[in-house]
C-alpha cells in the first residue's frame, strides 16, 4: 500500500469567540480552536468565526416575546432533516437556506415572524440570531502575503476581501453601501449558489463597518494563489487535499502509451532520465521520431514538449513536482504537422503503429471554421474508435481549430489550489455551428512541471499545461477498463475489455463538476465542468457507483429511428444520478466553412419512475428538467438530476437522424445505480459496517429496490460466518417500505466476520450484494476504537529535544506567547494551553540546527493498525527550510520519513497509518525536526495533540464455552481435550478452559473440574 497522508488544513484566524450578544444568545461559546474529526458534538454549530454551544433553553422561538424582527437566524434541529420535518417546516412558513453543521440551517424571516409557532415542532432545537460578529473572519488582513501586489496593498493600510452576500440579497444597494465606506471600491461581482461575491479593496481599519450592511453574509481576505504542478494529482482524482483514490487503487497508467504532438522532450531531465536507449526497454520514451533538425541521441529537447510531458506521465520516483498523472504511462512523440487535414491524420496514424492509444496536443491554429485540419481530426478519430485525442482549446478568447473538431475532447484551464474553481484561461465557445466547445476543464495556471536542466522545475500557464492532466486522467480511466476494475472496483482479468475513446470520453466528462467560479452550468467557458474523475469511477466501499449501459462501435450501430432502452435501477437519492452519452460523428462535409459540422443525431432520454421524461442536454439552473428541446447539435449529450426518483428508470437513445452509414455509442450513468439485471437493486444506505463491535449485535439497514423484477416475500437474506467455512443465513427483518434490517450476531474479539445480502425476485433471480458474492464478499474487524497514547502537552510525558550545530529556537513545551510578528503561533491547537514551539517567545526564531523533538518510545506490538495524528505549524520566510517528521520502530536507531512539510502559517492537522510507513513494535518513537540554515530565514514551528488511536477487543469469554458458541456443553470436550493433549490454545480458548484458581495460562488436569462444573451448570468462575 502506498503511504497516504490524510491531511486536514484549519486556520486559527477564521475561529474566535463571539460578541455578548451572542453569547447570551447560545449560552457558551467556543473558547478555543480544536480538531476537526468525526467525534465532533453535534449539538455545536461550527461557522468560521466560531463553534456555537447553543443551550436549547435560550432559544428564541421559546420566549415569552417571540416575534422577530426582519432578518437572517440560524436555526438548528435535533438531528436529520427528513421530508416529514420539511413538510412542518414549511408549514411553519420556514424556508431554509444554508446548512450549517451539524443540523442547522440560515434561514430569514419576514418582519413581524411569530417564531412560537416553531413550539409544535419537537425536532426544533434552537434558533438564535445570526450576529454581525460571524459576518467578519477574525485576523482579517492580518496574514503575511506573498506576492508584491498584495504586499504593497497592505503597506498602505489597505485589504483585498471577498464579501459574501445573503442570497437573493440587493447587490445594488450593497454596493452602495459598500463604496460610502471612505476609500472602498467593488471591483468585480461573482455569481455563485444565488448570491453575489464581490471583490473589493477599502482600508484595513474599516473592515468592520462592512458587519453593519445588511445584504453581507460574509467577508473574508482575498486569497493569493499558490502554484504547484502537484496539486494537480489530486485536485482531478478527488479534490481533497494530497488524496488520490485511483492512484491509491493502482492506476498509475501503466500499459498505456500515449502520443506527444508538441517540441523536443529533455530525456536527461530526471522526470524521464533512463539508461536504456529510446524504445521498448526505455522506461518512457518507446519512439521519438525524426522531424527536420533532428539529431539522434541529442533529441531536440524543448521547454514546451518537456513540461507538457511531465505533466503528463513524468516521474522522477518522489511524490513532487516532477510526477505526472499517469506517471507510469509511456510516450511517443513528434513534432507538430502542418496545418491541414493530411497533416494531422499522417501524424495521429503514425503514432497509433506505434502503440499509442491516446494523444495529447497543446497547440492550434487560430482559424475557427470548420476546415481541412478540423475535418482531418473528425477523420482519424471516427476511423480510430479506440483512440481518444485531447486538445488543447487555446488562449485567445474564443476556441479555434482543431480543437473545434466534433470528436475531440477540448480542454480549458482553471486555477490552481485553492483556486481551482476559478477560471484561469482558454478560447470560449461556441464553435461557429452552435456546438459546445471546450467541454472540460483542469488546472493550467502557472503549472510547474519539469525544465530543460537538469531536475529541475519552471511555472508556465495556458490550457497548454491543462491539456495533459486530461490526457493523463484519460489513461488512468483506460487502465480501469482495460485491467478489469469494471464493475467490481477491484482489477480482474476475467471483466477487462477495451474501452472505445467515446466511453473513455463519456467516463471523464460523466466524472465533471461545476466550475463555480464560472456563471452558468453547462458553459461555454468551462464546457462540462472541471475533472474529478473519483466522481466516476468506482471502488470498494463508495456509494457512487457507475454502469456502462453500452459501448457499441460504429459496424454496430444505429440506423435512423432506431431506439435502444437500457433499465437501470435508481436505489438512493443521495447521490446526483448523471448519464453521459457520447458518440464519434462522421467528418463534416469538405468546404462547409461556417456551415453546421453535424451529421448524425443521436439523442438520450430518461424517464423517471413517475414518468417524467429528461431529454439530453435540457438544463435548467445546471441541473436537467422534465421537458425542453432536444439537442442536435453536439455528440455529447448529459443529463443531471439531483435528487433522482428511487425505483426504475428508463435510459433511451434515439437516432432521430443518422445520415452517414450506422452510428456507435457509448452511455454511461452514475449515482447509486445498478442495470445488471436490473430487476432488483440492493443498497447500503449508511455504507458497509467496517468495524463490528465485539459480543453484540451490529445492525445495518439494506433497501431493496424492486426494478423489472419483483420482489419474492421472505427473500431478503444476510449471509454471514466468522472463522471461515459455510456461510449462515438469517432473513432480513422488514423496517419500512423498501427498507430492512440486517444484523450480524455477536461476534468474539477472535472471529473475522465476513457476508453479503441477497434478495431475489419471483422469477427465481437471485440478486446479491456484492454483486459477485459470495466469490467476493464484505468483511469486518472486531473491536473498538482506544487510545493508545495521547499528549496534550500539559503534562512533561517524557519527550526529549536534539539540538545540533542550533544558535537558538530550541523546541520547547510551554504556552504560546506569540504575537506571529515572526510566523509564531498564537495560541496551541486543541485548546488545552501548552504545545511545543521552537523557542520561548514571539523574536525566538530556529537559527541554525536542526532542532529535533523526540517522542517517548511507545509501545504498540499488541496493535492492530495504529493510527498517529498530530497538528503542526511552519512558517519559513526563505521557503527552503521544512519541517521534517520521521517515525522509527526500532527504538531511534533507523528513522522512515513520515513529510516534509513546507510553509503552512496555520495548525494543519495531519493522520497516517502507521503500518504505511514501519511495522508496530514496542520501540516506535516519532521525531519532529526543523533547521534555519543557512541562517537566512524567520523559521518557526510547532507540534501539538500528538496521539495514537488503534481498534482493541477486550476478550470476554464464558467459561466452559471453550468452542466459543456461545454454550458451555458436551461439545466443548473435543477441543477441550486437545488442548490438554498439548493443542496451542487461541487467547478466547485460554480464558475460557484455565478456570482453576489461581489461574497459570495454561490449559491442565487441573481445570479439569472446572470446565466440568460449568458444562453441568455449577461454573464457579
Known amino acids: 500500500m502506498a503511504n497516504r497522508l490524510h491531511i486536514l488544513i484549519w486556520m486559527p484566524t477564521l475561529l474566535i469567540g463571539i460578541g455578548a450578544k451572542g453569547a447570551d444568545s447560545v449560552g457558551s461559546t467556543g473558547d478555543s480552536p480544536h480538531a476537526i474529526h468525526s467525534m465532533l458534538n453535534r449539538s455545536e454549530i461550527h461557522l468560521a468565526a466560531t463553534t456555537l454551544r447553543p443551550s436549547p433553553e435560550s432559544s428564541l422561538h421559546l420566549k415569552a416575546d417571540a416575534i422577530l424582527p426582519a432578518g437572517e437566524y440560524i436555526l438548528q434541529l435535533d438531528g436529520p432533516l427528513t421530508p416529514q420535518r420539511r413538510e412542518a417546516l414549511d408549514g411553519a412558513g420556514v424556508v431554509l437556506g444554508d446548512y450549517l453543521p451539524f443540523h442547522a440551517y440560515l434561514i430569514r424571516a419576514a418582519d413581524g415572524y411569530d417564531s412560537s409557532k416553531l413550539r409544535s415542532l419537537p425536532f426544533v432545537r434552537w434558533l438564535g440570531v445570526y450576529d454581525r460578529e460571524l459576518k467578519i473572519a477574525p485576523g482579517i488582513a492580518s496574514r503575511r502575503w506573498r506576492t508584491e501586489a498584495r504586499g504593497n496593498l497592505a503597506d498602505r493600510g489597505f485589504a483585498a476581501l471577498s ?42 481599519a474599516t473592515i468592520s463597518q462592512l458587519a453593519d450592511i445588511s445584504g453581507v453574509q460574509f467577508v473574508e481576505d482575498t486569497e493569493e494563489v499558490v502554484l504547484h504542478n502537484a496539486t494537480n494529482r489530486w485536485i482531478v482524482q478527488s479534490n481533497q487535499l494530497n488524496s488520490t483514490p485511483l492512484h491509491d487503487h493502482g492506476l498509475t497508467g501503466a500499459g498505456q502509451i500515449i502520443g506527444i504532438l508538441d517540441t523536443g522532450v529533455y530525456l536527461e531531465h530526471c522526470s524521464f532520465f533512463d539508461t536504456e536507449p529510446v524504445g521498448p526497454t526505455h522506461r518512457k520514451a518507446e519512439a521519438i521520431n525524426q522531424w527536420p533538425g533532428y539529431v539522434p541521441g541529442a533529441e531536440n529537447p524543448g521547454f514546451h514538449g518537456t513540461h507538457v510531458a511531465c505533466t503528463l ?7 513532487d513536482n516532477t510526477r505526472g ?22 501524424r495521429l496514424e503514425y503514432h497509433s503503429a506505434q502503440g499509442a492509444v491516446l494523444h495529447t496536443n497543446s497547440w492550434g491554429d487560430t482559424a475557427v471554421d470548420y476546415g481541412s485540419l478540423t475535418r482531418g481530426l473528425d477523420i482519424f478519430c471516427y476511423d480510430y474508435e479506440d483512440e481518444l485525442v485531447v486538445f488543447a482549446c487555446g488562449n485567445d478568447a474564443v476556441a479555434t481549430n482543431p480543437q473545434n473538431a466534433k470528436n475531440c475532447l477540448s480542454v480549458s484551464a482553471t486555477m490552481d489550489a485553492p483556486n481551482q474553481d476559478q477560471y484561469c484561461i482558454g478560447g470560449a465557445g461556441p464553435t461557429v455551428d452552435g456546438r459546445r466547445k471546450p467541454e472540460i476543464c483542469a488546472p493550467g495556471c502557472g503549472t510547474l512541471s519539469a525544465s530543460v536542466t537538469s531536475c529541475l522545475i519552471q511555472p508556465l500557464t495556458g490550457t497548454s499545461m491543462a491539456t495533459p492532466v486530461i490526457a493523463g486522467a484519460g489513461a488512468l480511466v483506460r487502465q480501469y477498463y482495460i485491467e478489469g476494475y469494471y464493475p467490481t472496483g477491484e482489477p480482474d482479468p476475467a471483466n477487462a475489455f477495451t474501452p472505445s475513446a467515446a466511453l473513455l470520453k463519456a467516463t471523464l466528462l460523466n466524472s465533471t463538476v ?11 467557458t468551462e464546457g462540462w465542468g472541471r475533472l474529478l474523475a473519483d466522481q466516476a469511477l468506482y471502488f470498494p466501499g463508495d456509494q457512487r457507483r457507475i454502469v456502462v449501459l453500452d459501448d457499441v462501435r460504429n459496424v454496430d450501430g444505429m440506423s435512423t429511428g432506431d431506439v435502444v432502452e437500457y433499465p437501470l435501477i435508481v436505489a438512493s437519492d443521495s ?12 467528418p463534416g462535409g469538405v468546404g462547409i466553412g461556417n456551415g453546421p459540422a453535424w451529421v448524425n443525431d443521436l439523442d438520450l432520454e430518461a424517464v423517471a419512475p413517475s414518468g417524467a421524461l429528461y431529454l439530453g442536454n435540457a438544463f435548467v439552473n445546471g441541473v436537467s428538467a422534465p421537458g425542453g428541446v432536444k439537442d442536435e447539435r453536439n455528440n455529447v449529450e448529459q443529463i443531471h438530476v439531483a435528487t433522482p426518483e428511487v425505483g426504475l428508470w428508463t435510459i433511451r437513445v434515439r437516432a432521430a437522424e443518422v445520415n452517414v452509414a450506422t452510428q456507435g455509442h457509448a452511455l454511461i450513468a452514475t449515482g447509486v445505480v445498478w442495470n445488471d439485471p436490473a430487476t432488483i437493486a440492493i443498497h447500503l444506505p449508511d455504507g458497509v459496517p467496517a468495524i463490528v463491535i465485539p459480543f453484540a449485535g451490529t445492525s445495518f439497514p439494506v433497501d431493496v429496490i424492486e426494478g423489472v423484477g419483483t420482489l419474492l416475500p421472505g427473500s431478503p437474506m ?18 419500512s417500505g423498501n427498507r430492512y434490517i440486517a444484523t450480524l450476531p455477536a461476534p468474539n474479539c477472535l472471529s473475522a466476520p465476513e457476508f453479503y445480502v441477497s434478495a431475489a425476485d419471483q422469477n427465481g433471480t437471485t440478486m446479491t450484494l456484492p454483486t459477485d458474492a459470495p466469490a467476493r464478499v464484505f468483511s469486518a474487524i472486531v473491536g473498538e476504537a482506544v487510545t493508545v497514547f495521547h499528549d496534550d502537552f500539559e503534562s512533561d510525558m517524557g519527550w526529549s529535544v536534539v539540538n545540533e550545530n542550533l544558535v537558538s529556537g530550541a523546541w520547547v513545551r510551554v504556552i504560546p506567547m506569540g504575537n506571529g510578528q515572526l510566523g509564531d503561533p498564537t495560541m496551541d491547537y486543541d485548546g488545552s494551553g501548552r504545545c511545543y514551539v521552537t523557542g520561548a517567545n514571539s523574536f525566538q526564531d530556529v537559527n541554525g540546527g536542526p532542532t529535533r523533538l523526540v517522542s517517548p518510545a511507545i509501545d504498540l506490538s499488541s496493535a492492530i493498525d495504529p493510527e498517529l495524528s498530530y497538528a503542526r505549524w511552519f512558517r519559513d520566510t526563505g521557503e527552503g527550510d521544512t519541517l521534517v517528521v520521521e517515525i522509527t520502530n526500532d527504538d531511534g536507531a533507523n528513522w522512515t520519513l513520515i513529510e516534509s512539510a513546507g510553509e503552512s502559517e496555520f495548525w494543519t492537522p495531519v493522520t497516517i497509518r502507521i503500518a504505511d510507513f514501519v511495522a508496530p513494535t514496542a520501540g516506535v518513537r516519532v521525531r519532529f525536526s526543523t533547521q534555519d540554515t543557512p541562517n537566512n530565514s524567520f523559521t518557526e514551528a510547532g507540534i501539538d495533540a500528538v496521539r495514537i488511536d488503534d481498534f482493541g477487543c477486550e476478550m470476554n469469554c464464558a467459561p466452559g464455552d471453550v468452542n466459543a458458541d456461545g454454550e458451555s456443553d458436551g461439545r466443548d470436550i473435543a477441543r477441550f481435550v486437545e488442548l490438554l493433549l498439548g493443542a496451542t490454545p487461541t487467547a478466547y480458548e485460554l480464558c475460557a478452559a484455565d478456570l482453576h484458581a489461581p489461574a497459570d495460562a495454561l490449559v491442565t488436569t487441573a481445570d479439569i473440574d472446572g470446565v466440568i462444573g460449568c458444562m453441568l451448570g455449577n461454573c464457579s468462575h
Open 313 to 319: 506521465l513524468g516521474d522522477a520516483g518522489v511524490n
Open 575 to 586: 447521490e446526483t444520478l448523471k448519464v453521459t452519452l457520447v458518440y464519434h460523428d462522421p
Open 718 to 735: 444476510l449471509h454471514y460466518r466468522y472463522d471461515g467455512g459455510s456461510f449462515e443465513t438469517t432473513p432480513l427483518v422488514p423496517d
Open 514 to 524: 461545476d466550475l463555480t467560479g464560472v456563471a452558468g452550468y453547462p458553459s461555454n
Open 325 to 346: 498523472i499517469a506517471y507510469d504511462a509511456r510516450f511517443v512523440l513528434n513534432t507538430t504537422p502542418s496545418h491541414d487535414g493530411p497533416g494531422i491524420v499522417g
Open 163 to 204: 464579501v459574501t452576500l445573503f442570497p437573493d440579497a440587493d447587490s445594488a444597494r450593497a454596493i452602495q453601501s459598500i463604496e460610502s465606506i471612505p476609500s472602498a471600491k467593488v471591483h468585480w461581482i461573482d455569481a455563485v449558489d444565488r448570491r453575489n461575491v464581490f471583490r473589493i479593496t477599502m482600508p484595513i
